[in-house]
Nanobody
Framework: VQLQASGGGLVQSGGSLTLSCAAS????????MSWFRQAPGKAREGVSC????????YYSDSVKGRFTISRDNAKNTVSLQMHNLKPEDTAVYYC????????????????????????WGRGTLVTVSS
C-alpha cells in the first residue's frame, strides 16, 4: 500500500503547477482523498479533500478559488491543480486517505484503519519564488 505525490517544483509567484497522487497496491476509489502541506517550521495544514465519487470537494480558505482537486478512479490518481501561486504556498505537499479538511485548514480522520491515521504518501516540494 503506497501513495506517491509528484509534480512539485519551482515556480514564480502567479504561476501554476499540478500535483498528482498515485496509489499502488490498493484502489483509491472507496476513499476520501486529501491533500496536505507543511511549510518549513510550520504545522501541517489541510488543503483540500474530495469524496470517493468526486462529487464533493472541500478547500481551506487559504487556497479556495486558486486550487482545484480532482480524481480519476480509473487511473487510481488524485490531482491538485494550483493556480495563482503565492510564496506562502511554498511547502511539501502530501496526499492521504480519509481526512476531511475544514476551511481553516484543520483536519479530521474519518477512516477506519487500526492505526487511525490512514495512508500517507511521500511528499513533493513546491517552491514559489516572489
Amino acid at each position: 500500500v503506497q501513495l506517491q505525490a509528484s509534480g512539485g517544483g519551482l515556480v514564480q509567484s502567479g504561476g501554476s503547477l499540478t500535483l498528482s497522487c498515485a496509489a499502488s497496491g490498493f484502489s483509491l476509489e472507496n476513499y476520501v482523498m486529501s491533500w496536505f502541506r507543511q511549510a518549513p517550521g510550520k504545522a501541517r495544514e489541510g488543503v483540500s479533500c474530495i469524496s470517493s465519487n468526486g462529487n464533493t470537494t472541500y478547500y481551506s480558505d487559504s487556497v479556495k478559488g486558486r486550487f482545484t482537486i480532482s480524481r480519476d478512479n480509473a487511473k487510481n490518481t488524485v490531482s491538485l491543480q494550483m493556480h495563482n501561486l503565492k510564496p506562502e504556498d511554498t511547502a511539501v505537499y502530501y496526499c492521504a486517505t480519509d481526512y476531511l479538511i475544514t476551511e481553516d485548514g484543520s483536519y479530521l480522520y474519518i477512516g477506519d484503519d487500526n492505526a487511525g491515521k490512514g495512508s500517507w504518501g511521500r511528499g513533493t516540494l513546491v517552491t514559489v519564488s516572489s
